[in-house]
């Protein structure tokens, strides 16, 4: 049985940083690319960062890039993403996910497991 499990969130103020974590069981870890999604009150759910089975590649939806970087552990079958610079605009629930094998992919469809999200709340 797939488990993806989030952890780090919490409540900060605008300009802050933090640092989410995914810790993945029940499968081989280092044949999934990673992504992070998040879903803010009254919005459907959106991409957020993708990184590949072997972290050599990552991609950021534009609203992100330059302030969160993606990246995993192999060898801890954990994902992270941090985030700095955060902005009110950030507050969302932030979903780990996990696509087929050796398959990258953007589109929230195209995962199959999915973690039960961690709060992420940005007061101005």
């Known amino acids: 049985q797939v488990q993806l499990v989030e952890s780090g969130g919490g409540l900060v103020q605008a300009g802050d940083s933090l640092r989410l974590s995914c810790a993945a069981s029940?499968?081989?870890?280092?044949?999934?690319?990673m992504g992070w999604f998040r879903q803010a009150p009254g919005k459907e759910r959106e991409f957020v960062a993708v990184?590949?089975?072997?972290?050599?590649?990552?991609y950021y939806a534009d609203s992100v890039k330059g302030r969160f970087t993606i990246s995993r552990d192999n060898a801890k079958n954990t994902v992270y993403l941090q985030m700095n610079r955060l902005k009110p605009e950030d507050t969302a629930v932030y979903y780990c996910?996990?696509?087929?094998?050796?398959?990258?992919?953007?589109?929230?469809?195209?995962?199959?497991?999915w973690g039960q999200g961690t709060q992420v709340t940005v007061s101005s």
């Open positions: 990184i590949t089975w072997s972290g050599a590649s990552t």
């Open positions: 996910a996990a696509p087929p094998p050796h398959t990258l992919v953007t589109g929230l469809r195209e995962y199959d497991y």
């Open positions: 029940g499968l081989t870890f280092s044949e999934h690319a």
